[in-house]
């Protein structure tokens, strides 16, 4: 029986069209050319914006790679679009007030990567309390012999760990912690009464209650720098924040000049505020970061204050 969702004057059994803005990891590229005929505008002569006009009368999906932008301007162009699909959790990078004005469905990556991102942000924290690349790099620069022996880290075991954002991510970064004897505690929209787990009703409060503050929430105009000053100040000058979330969740300004002046323990960021933009500040003062590619292929860093030895 036709499907009333073919459009008119196509076969059902032709493929349906998908437009990507970006290219694909090659394996999600394989997976979706057997099952659709993909539209990649980069592979294009024409200007994005004269590809779009060649398809905007049949293209009706979207799949939006990393944080490609989908706001009005975008919609405007493509009036068939009828669903929107992002390979990311977040999604803050698509207009979801727009979408559903014109009746355009969205759908999100959901619960996928949690367990990956929960395990990178553990990975995070264990560098920065460690120091595991900063100890790498000392050795590889053939410091050791000349210095001697790099300087001890800091345990994770028995940190007290708040977590900003108990969902999905979260909670997994909590189950993992508490394997190291951390106790845990936490500041969400609401309390979460199936975890047992101390609520605090603000990031700050949270914050001066907290060894380490791993932030894992969804950014929103609420949250958008919930990581500020006060927070910071909170957390001390031995504190340390993980960030997995999105990098405007943190007053990024703040943190540099914390960074630069030693007023802060350290930070793991999984993502930065103006990507792929990264501060420069702060490759010149800490000699302890540690660069690595891993997911979506975005930059991920470790910053440490500068040490004293210079490690």
Same mark, same amino acid.
């Not at 790679?65 to 405007?76: A, E, K, R, W």
């Not at 979408?99 to 009746?103: D, I, K, L, V």
């Not at 050795?139 to 300087?151: E, I, Q, S």
């Not at 951390?182 to 505690?185: A, M």
């Given at each position: 029986?036709?499907?009333?969702?073919?459009?008119?004057?196509?076969?059902e059994t032709?493929r349906?069209?998908?437009?990507?803005?970006?290219?694909?990891?090659? &394996?999600?590229?394989?997976?979706? $050319?057997g099952?659709?005929?993909?539209?990649?505008?980069?592979?294009s002569?024409l200007?994005?914006?004269r !590809?779009?006009a060649t398809?905007?009368?049949?293209?009706r &999906? %979207?799949?939006?790679?990393?944080?490609?932008?989908?706001?009005?301007? %975008?919609?405007?162009?493509?009036p068939a679009?009828?669903f929107?699909?992002? @390979?990311?959790?977040?999604? =803050? #990078?698509?207009?979801?007030?727009e979408?559903?004005? /014109?009746?355009i469905?969205?759908?999100?990556? +959901?619960?996928?990567?949690?367990?990956?991102?929960?395990?990178?942000?553990? +990975?995070?924290?264990?560098?920065?309390?460690?120091?595991?690349?900063?100890?790498?790099?000392y050795?590889?620069?053939?410091?050791?012999?000349?210095?001697?022996?790099?300087?001890l880290?800091s345990k994770l075991?028995?940190k007290?760990v708040?977590i900003?954002?108990l969902?999905?991510?979260?909670?997994e970064v909590a189950?993992?912690?508490?394997a !190291?004897g951390?106790?845990?505690?936490y500041f969400?929209? $609401?309390?979460?009464p199936? !975890?047992?787990?101390?609520?605090?009703?603000s990031?700050?409060?949270?914050?001066? #209650?907290?060894?380490?503050?791993?932030?894992?929430?969804?950014?929103t105009h609420? @949250?958008h #720098?919930?990581?500020?000053?006060?927070?910071?100040?909170?957390?001390?000058k031995?504190?340390?924040?993980?960030n997995?979330g /999105?990098g405007?969740l943190?007053?990024?300004a703040?943190?540099?000049?914390?960074?630069?002046?030693?007023?802060?323990g350290?930070?793991?960021?999984?993502?930065?505020? #103006?990507?792929?933009a990264?501060?420069e500040?702060?490759? +010149?003062v800490? =000699? +302890? $970061?540690?660069?690595? $590619?891993?997911?979506?292929a =975005?930059?991920r860093?470790?910053?440490?204050?500068?040490?004293a030895?210079g490690?």
């Open positions: 029986m036709a499907s009333s969702s073919v459009p008119q004057g196509r076969p032709e349906p069209q998908l437009l990507l803005l970006r290219p694909p990891l090659a &394996a999600l590229d394989e997976v979706l $050319s099952r659709f005929e993909l539209l990649k505008s980069w592979e002569p200007p994005l914006d !590809f779009l398809h905007a009368a049949n293209v &999906a %979207l799949l939006v790679i990393d944080l490609f932008t989908v706001d009005g301007p %975008l919609l405007d162009a493509l679009l009828r929107v699909c992002t @390979t990311s959790a977040g999604v =803050n #990078h698509i207009d979801l007030g979408c559903a004005r /014109r009746g469905a969205v759908a999100n990556a +959901g619960t996928v990567f949690s367990q990956e991102v929960a395990e990178y942000a553990v +990975g995070l924290l264990i560098d920065v309390l460690r120091r595991v690349s900063a100890c790498d790099r050795v590889r620069r053939g410091l050791w012999p000349r210095r001697g022996d790099y300087p880290g075991g028995g007290r708040g900003v954002g969902g999905s991510i979260g909670s189950k993992r912690l508490r !190291f951390c106790p845990i505690s969400s929209r $609401s309390r979460k199936q !975890f047992p787990y101390a609520y605090f009703p990031a700050a409060d949270l914050a001066a #209650h907290s060894d380490v503050l791993v932030v894992a929430c969804a950014l609420e @949250t #720098h919930i990581i500020d000053r006060d927070v910071m100040a909170a957390l001390g031995d504190g340390i924040i993980i997995v /999105r405007a943190v007053d990024e703040e943190l540099v000049k914390r960074v630069m002046r030693g007023e802060i350290g930070a793991g960021l999984d993502v930065f505020e #103006h990507e792929p990264v501060p500040e702060l490759f +010149g800490d =000699n +302890g $970061s540690a660069f690595t $590619s891993c997911g979506h =975005n930059i860093v470790v910053f440490r204050p500068l040490s030895d490690g």
